[in-house]
């Protein structure tokens, strides 16, 4: 029997879905840090959610069996029972719904269903009007938490409170809960904010940290610690601690406190700002350490200039107001030369003298603007400062219907050499205006020669130079000849392409007399500076090898060699210095290879050649092998291996060695275990000892890395190295 009874009632909100599993892992000192790298949280001001008044809807009642009392006003439902409102839903094995109090009580196999998600249990009482309900052994999710509870109650339209509840980031039951959170009470709004009182994290079954009070937000990153403690020979035990906090929707803070044994105490304070789908972000890291132990015992402390009172500022910032314009920001202020190579490694590697600049750049229509000023801020290095420039740059484009074509560029700046403090070199400066124009007539020759004569000048003006300013003066006449041939290779078997191989001979003649300074009258800023008189033609040839896959043509080879050969030039000098040759390669899917480099003709020596190789299996594992090498400087190897089994295991390693002195630099690898909510890394890096060009010996220096993290927070993790 299916019966259906309808009442009037207001709408209401509920807790989300599904209840969860339970599973353990061990590990009481990984738990408790890693409680404190995603948990600790300040509390904030909560503005309770004003309700408006409910607007009218209707109950139905669905059931194998439906029973209705009129005296009463109570409406049963037994078997498959379904009650309905709007788009609410509240299945179980039996309610009784009083349609005069519109309150519900439902048994067996609870499940309410609201648009922002399910909750599921085993007994529910719940009032429809006054949007309150109370319910025993029931779970749901206010992401990227699950919750169970022993008993749960509505306090507000979207406020729950749970008694004896667990909340976790693991969603597998089946694979075991490996993060959980116990607390007599916690307090949920779904999308905004949790909170609890007494809270203990578990690790599996391990109880690791107590809070007497805890609050998350669930609509940002929130507040919390990233710790990363360790020891090394330079540094010492230490520990290095984050606070991080979102204090506005486009602002978060991170304080900084470290301690190192050997060092002393760091403390630091950033800032960054991001507003998601606007145009501009950036960020400024403040930091200062009293160091302790400036010198390394292996240095010579007599030499260095290196103090106790040690700090980094750094600003960053990037604006974009259109497509066609943005604004770039970077300062640095250090206290010495090595307090990045120091505390601040990753960023050293990336470049040992942090450039210090303000940009703006305007792309317009066939043209692009560019104002730069770059100062120095660290008295201690050399910088070529530009205060300001402003550069001009018009690309190639047809004139009219005349067939010809013109290219152009500008700039005016004020430059100035800073040589660093310990340099008995002397500063210099100018101001330099630069102009250079270029006219093209590219036509074809019987069919399939192409012809591009070129005719062009170059200005440039110097304030002040060797002996005063001046004017230099390049006029050039240059012609470019090439042409493309190919042959089609018919497929193998049914199941290749054909290949197409292109070949594409050039030549490049270049006749630019000197009217003016010559490069040893000029002060030297940049390549515009070194610019002289030329007479010389580029010659080389260009071969493609290429193929289908699927329905594009795909290169399988692009090989470019190529030299210069000087028509006029000094006494002694050969005609032919050079051959170059820059390649790339793509045999089979899943594999690059780069080849470059340069061969010296007079002295019958490979000068530099640079070798890269890649190779890869989507989401699978991936190889690199690398090799550069620099005549009587450097023969420096690379190779990494990155092997992901399969969802849960993956693994990396890594070698450097510089066959030039001989000396493996650096080796190691790592482990990594993905869990439902929980992964963990370890592994180790080791650079083994050597002796420098002095003489010193610098010791065998190594690190061990243990980290942890929950998959719902991987930017807050726990590490030890």
């Known amino acids: 029997m299916v019966g259906l009874v309808s009442h009037t009632h207001s709408r209401s909100h509920v807790p989300t879905r599904a209840a969860y599993g339970r599973s353990m892992v061990g590990g009481l000192i990984a738990g408790w840090m890693l409680s404190l790298a995603v948990s600790v949280g300040a509390a904030t001001s909560v503005v309770e959610e004003v309700v408006s008044p409910p607007p009218v809807g209707q109950v139905e009642i669905e059931a194998d069996k439906l029973e209705y009392d009129d005296a009463s006003g109570w409406a049963e439902g037994t078997g498959n029972v379904r009650v309905r409102r709007s788009m609410d839903s509240l299945t ?29 249990g085993a007994h529910l009482v719940y009032n429809f009007r006054t949007q309150q309900g109370v319910s025993e052994d029931m779970g ?32 597998y039951p089946d694979r075991g809960r490996h993060f959980h959170v116990k607390a007599r009470e916690i307090t949920i709004r779904p999308e905004q904010w949790m909170k609890a009182k007494h809270a203990v994290w578990y690790f599996g079954r391990v109880p690791s940290f107590y809070l007497p009070y805890w609050r998350r937000s669930l609509k940002d990153a929130g507040c919390g610690w990233q710790i990363e403690p360790g020891y090394s020979t330079r540094m010492g035990a230490y520990a290095l601690s984050t606070y991080g906090c979102t204090v506005l929707p486009w602002l978060r803070t991170e304080t900084h406190l470290d ?36 010198i ?109 074509y ?17 340099s008995t070199a002397e500063d210099y400066a100018s101001v330099r205006g630069d102009t250079s124009h270029r006219f093209y007539y590219p036509y074809k020759l019987w069919g399939f020669l192409n012809m591009v004569p070129r005719v062009g000048y170059r200005g440039t003006w110097y304030s002040d130079g060797v002996d005063g300013g001046g004017v230099r003066t390049l006029v050039e006449l240059g012609h470019e000849v090439s042409f493309k041939a190919f042959k089609i290779w018919p497929q193998v078997g049914a199941s290749q392409s054909a290949y197409r191989h292109i070949v594409e001979p050039y030549a490049n003649y270049t006749y630019s007399p000197n009217y003016g300074l010559t490069p040893s009258e000029i002060l030297q800023f940049d390549g515009v500076d070194t610019l ?43 005609a032919v210095e050079d051959i170059y040759l820059d390649s ?48 009587d400087r450097s023969r420096l190897w690379a190779a990494t291996l990155n092997w992901k089994r399969n969802a849960r295991w993956g693994y990396e390693t890594f070698v450097r060695y510089e066959g030039e002195a001989s000396r493996l630099e650096e080796y190691g690898g ?25 003489g010193s010996e610098r010791d065998d220096e190594w690190r061990v890395m243990i980290e942890f993290w929950l998959t719902a927070f991987p930017g807050a993790r726990m590490r030890v190295r």
Request: aromatic share 14%; charged share 25%.
């Open 140 to 171: 749901g999710v206010a992401a990227p938490f699950y919750w169970v509870s022993e008993s749960a109650e509505r306090v507000s339209t979207n406020t729950y409170v749970l008694h004896d509840a667990e909340v976790t980031t693991c969603q």
């Open 670 to 694: 790592y482990v990594q275990r993905n869990y439902d909510c929980l992964s963990w890394r370890s592994g180790i890096e080791i650079r083994p000892g050597y002796a420098r060009s002095d």
């Open 296 to 404: 390394d015992p292996d240095e010579d402390a007599a030499t260095s200039d290196i103090g106790h009172s040690r700090h980094r500022i750094r600003l960053r910032h990037s604006y974009y107001p259109s497509v066609n314009n943005y604004v770039l920001l970077q300062a640095f202020h250090l206290s010495d030369t090595d307090v990045q190579e120091d505390f601040f490694e990753s960023e050293y590697r990336y470049g040992y003298q942090p450039d210090n600049y303000l940009i703006y750049t305007h792309r317009g229509d066939g043209y692009l603007a560019h104002l730069q000023v770059r100062k120095r801020l660290n008295d201690f290095y050399s910088k070529m400062e530009r205060l300001p420039e402003l550069s001009v740059d018009v690309f190639r484009q047809p004139i009219g219907t005349s067939g010809f």
């Open 259 to 294: 301690y190192r044994t050997r060092r002393g105490v760091g403390v630091g304070q950033g800032f960054q700002w991001h507003q998601p789908g606007t145009t501009w972000s950036g960020d400024i890291d403040l930091y200062y350490l009293d160091d302790k132990r400036p």
């Open 532 to 574: 002289g008189e030329g007479h010389f033609v580029e010659l080389g040839v260009r071969n493609k090898l290429q193929t289908k896959r699927g329905d594009r043509a795909t290169d399988l080879a692009d090989v470019d060699i190529f030299t210069y050969y000087s028509i006029e030039r000094p006494d002694g000098e050969d």
């Open 92 to 120: 179980a094995d039996y309610v009784r719904v009083n349609m005069s109090s519109e309150e519900a009580e439902a048994f067996g196999n609870v499940v309410l269903t609201r648009p922002t998600g399910v909750t599921r």
């Open 406 to 422: 013109y290219e152009g560029a500008a700039s005016l700046g004020y430059l100035q050499q800073n040589w660093d403090e310990s």
């Open 584 to 631: 790339e390669f793509y045999p089979l899917a899943g594999t690059r290879l780069d080849l470059d480099g340069r061969f010296n003709v007079p002295e019958r020596s490979l000068e530099e050649f640079n070798t890269r190789l890649w190779l890869w299996q989507d989401q699978v594992w991936s190889a690199s092998l690398e090799q550069r090498y620099l005549k």
